[in-house]
């Protein structure tokens, strides 16, 4: 560690304070002094009602961290970078590709970091995971089998704007599976086609079934649902000609060819933050947009098949 960095957070909401706040608390190279939000504030540091107000009172920040749901990341994360302020994102980045595209080029303009955060990426398993399947040991990839399945009411109660455009629906949790095969897999995976379940009274699907392909030709399968439960699945398989290799619990858990592999404590945010800074640091991005580009594929060519109201 070696710069110690102002920074803001903006949309306190459940993800806020779970996760960031704790981390952020815990990690000597930043300092928690302000945060946005309209209806919530934080003990202990400056509060405004949104990012504008927070910008325009606080030229001293270095950087913000945004937590609000993606329908908002683009406006706000472009008046951070206007501000010449680093950024980091929460997943997804945002509500389209070309957002984050257009929010890549303008950080790269700015001198600006951008760091667009897959959470699950920094799950215990993903490391262990990616230097195996990149190695001799395991041959070659045969398949992958994605389930990725819980219940919406106990997960996202009284969210409404996963039903809304841009809010992703079973896509919001579906996509860290997304991130986590993107990174583990040695290829390149590319979306043949998709299935989508939608509500008549939503704008976003309940559930999802998305057919890929890799590039080394082995199947990608993933299923996504939010009619599920009382125990949800975060489950990953890949088959290989060395055997299967299977995490559990969003990447808590893992076993390769019946062996169950010794994980460290689970630290996703802790880890965030400390690339962030390391990103930081070193002046560079950490910006990329596969699992979202799978989504945004899955909603150009995905056959939709209309189900029973939600109700929200
Ligand atoms: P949330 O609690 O519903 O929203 C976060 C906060 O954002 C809200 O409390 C709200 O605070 C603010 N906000 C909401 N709508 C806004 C709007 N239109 N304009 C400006 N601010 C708005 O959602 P969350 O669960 O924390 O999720 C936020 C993001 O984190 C999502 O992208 C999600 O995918 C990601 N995430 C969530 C989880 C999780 O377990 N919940 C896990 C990992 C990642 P104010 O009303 O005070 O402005």
């Known amino acids: 560690m ?10 306190v909401g459940k993800i806020a304070r779970d996760q960031h706040l704790p981390a952020i608390a815990a990690q000597p190279g930043f300092e928690l002094v302000a945060c946005a939000s309209r209806n ?34 683009y ?3 472009l008046a951070a970078l206007d501000a010449g302020k680093h950024v980091m994102l929460e997943k997804p980045p945002g ?10 080029d303008i950080a790269r303009s700015r001198d600006c970091t951008l760091f667009a955060s897959w959470h699950s990426r920094a799950a215990s398993a993903v490391v262990p995971a990616r230097a195996w399947l990149a190695s001799k040991d395991a041959g070659a ?30 896509f919001d949790p579906g ?47 993933a299923v996504f649902d939010w009619r599920h439960g009382p125990v949800e699945e975060w489950d990953i398989d890949v088959e290989t000609d060395a055997g299967r290799l299977s995490m559990r619990e969003g990447g808590k858990r893992l076993t390769i060819a019946g062996k169950a592999i010794d994980l460290g404590a689970e630290r996703e945010y802790p880890a965030l933050y400390e690339h962030f800074h ?21 909603f150009l060519t995905g056959r939709r098949v209309e189900t029973e109201p939600f109700g929200r």
């Not at 710069?3 to 903006?10: D, M, N, W």
């Not at 009411?153 to 455009?165: D, K, L, N, V």
């Open 141 to 170: 990839i045969r398949s992958v089998e994605v389930r990725w399945k819980e219940d919406v009411r106990r997960w996202h109660p009284g969210q409404q704007w996963i039903w809304e455009p841009g809010g992703l629906g079973v």
């Open 95 to 104: 509500a389209s590709v070309s957002e984050v595209e257009a929010l890549h």
């Open 40 to 73: 919530a504030s934080v003990e202990g540091v400056r509060n405004y009602q949104d990012i504008g107000a927070l910008l325009a009172a606080e030229p001293s920040i270095d950087a913000v961290s945004l937590c609000a749901p993606p329908q908002v990341r």
């Open 278 to 298: 390391a990103l930081i640091e070193t002046k560079t991005s950490d910006v990329d947009v596969r699992p979202l580009r799978l989504v945004a594929d899955a």
């Open 2 to 11: 070696k710069g110690v960095y102002k920074l803001a957070v903006v949309g």
């Open 75 to 77: 406006a706000q994360a």
């Open 175 to 221: 996509i860290n599976a997304l991130s986590i095969v993107t990174r583990i897999l040695p290829h390149e995976v590319a979306l043949r086609a998709a299935t989508l379940t939608m509500p008549s009274d939503t704008s976003t699907p309940i559930a999802a079934e998305l057919d890929c392909v890799a590039t080394n030709g082995a199947a990608v399968r």
